[in-house]
């Protein structure tokens, strides 16, 4: 019997896919063929799987744009996105496939990981990274200031900033210039929120921070001020407040775990050996913490949607993730290669975000994310600033994100 073109002997048909994926350049979080790590994996599981995989890969900062662009004009070219917090946005060009990962899979990950990438109960994709923002802190500078261990509560942490705060230096830093986004000034209240025991929005979809829990949150912020580097609320970006710590000019920070290399990096860091990190301080509910919501999502429009699936779940497999921590610096989100002894021996502060994962958080994601923390942002950053008391400032933010949840409808 001649055997015919896209057919196996025994009656088999090889299913030929071409996949699309749309990816962040690296060093950004990429998956394997796109970052250099799992090559030989990805290379077999295309053989396996009758597939070839093509990448386009944009800087981090123009991925957002060149999606809402592609969608709207309906010539996405893609079967398979990362997406940064912009599901809830992007929610009716894609599917929701993640209703449908394995059980040992989804076992296996962080059940509030799912917070960003869930919309009206679907869940729409699946976080690859674990991104939590943890406390780093110089250990050095907390043993002059008399503090043998990292606070571990919200009275520890005032008090440990306060001792810290000598010498021209300052206890704690942070980028507070940019009210908007995951990393922008409202995140960080929303950290604090969720250790008060808060919520942004209620169950009616409505705001519900105008609350004791919301305005405890951002007293916590107003009373850390006097030992918070004063160029705080001028850093527009998590960089500008990285490079403080990292030459040594302020104590303690909340960063995300990418800092972990650059600490250790004696190109980049004045405090290496001395960079260390631990569980963020608990407020009155416990501690809390906003995740980078990296997430990879299929488009309706994919005409593979079940191949499209399958190499998701590769990215996803134990062996793929290891390797990703290993080769690449960017944790996996999969508990189990978290708690792994080479990966935590490789990337120590592992552990660490492997226990903060074990504390329930939420980055109150919505389609008009941008606007409502440009809204809440804004007034934290007047109380911040002491042009009006904190009850006031939340008083404010909510009335104005009611007005924006009321457009939306």
């Given at each position: ?12 048909k ?14 950004d ?43 709207a ?39 509030t ?17 674990l ?26 942490f ?12 300052f206890?704690?830093v ?10 922008g ?11 008060a ?7 009616d979809?409505?705001?519900?921070f105008?609350?004791d ?8 912020m ?10 705080s ?11 403080v ?12 775990p990418?800092m ?15 960079m260390t ?5 608990a ?18 429009a ?14 996803l ?16 989100i999969?508990?189990?290669v ?9 990337a ?42 904190a009850a ?7 009335d ?6 009321k457009?939306r409808?």
């Amino acid at each position: 019997m001649t055997t015919m073109p896209g057919w196996f002997e025994g009656g088999a048909k090889a299913q030929s896919a071409a996949l699309n994926v749309f990816s962040p350049l690296p060093p950004d979080p990429a998956p394997p063929g796109a970052a250099k790590f799992s090559e030989e994996a990805f290379a077999k599981w295309q053989a396996d799987n009758g597939a070839t995989v093509a990448y386009e890969t944009l800087a981090w900062p123009q991925l957002h744009d060149r999606m809402a662009t592609a969608f709207a004009s309906g010539a996405a070219p893609w079967d398979i996105t990362y997406n940064c917090g912009w599901v809830p946005e992007f929610e009716s060009f894609l599917t929701p496939y993640a209703d449908n990962l394995p059980k040992a899979l989804v076992d296996d990950l962080p059940a509030t990981s799912f917070a960003t990438t869930t919309v009206g109960g679907k869940r729409y994709g699946a976080v690859f990274t674990l991104s939590l923002l943890t406390l780093f802190y110089n250990k050095e500078l907390m043993e002059q200031a008399g503090f043998k261990e990292a606070p571990k509560t919200w009275d520890e942490f005032k008090a440990c900033a306060k001792e810290m705060t000598r010498d021209g230096r300052f206890g704690f830093v942070l980028n507070y210039g940019d009210p908007a986004g995951i990393g922008g000034t409202a995140s960080y209240w929303m950290v604090f929120l969720q250790q008060a025991g808060g919520k942004v929005y209620g169950e009616d979809g409505m705001p519900a921070f105008k609350s004791d829990e919301g305005v405890a949150a951002l007293q916590m912020m107003v009373d850390l001020m006097p030992s918070t580097d004063p160029g705080s609320i001028s850093y527009a970006g998590i960089n500008d407040a990285t490079n403080v710590l990292l030459a040594g000019r302020a104590g303690m920070m909340m960063n995300w775990p990418f800092m972990w290399n650059a600490g250790n990096d004696p190109k980049q860091s004045q405090i290496v050996g001395k960079m260390t990190s631990a569980v963020l301080p608990a407020g009155l509910k416990g501690s809390a913490s906003i995740d980078g919501t990296d997430a990879w999502t299929i488009t309706k429009a994919s005409k593979n949607q079940d191949k499209a699936q399958k190499l998701i779940e590769f990215y996803l497999d134990a062996e793929v993730q290891k390797r990703q921590v290993l080769d690449t610096g960017w944790l996996p989100i999969r508990l189990s290669v978290l708690a792994d002894p080479e990966v935590q021996a490789k990337a120590p502060n592992a552990a660490v975000v492997l226990e903060q994962a074990k504390h329930p958080y939420d980055s109150f994601v919505t389609a008009d994310y941008n606007q409502v923390t440009v809204a809440i942002g804004t007034e934290v950053q007047k109380a911040l600033q002491g042009s009006k008391t904190a009850a006031q400032a939340i008083a404010d933010a909510q009335d104005a994100v009611t007005a924006i949840v009321k457009r939306r409808g």
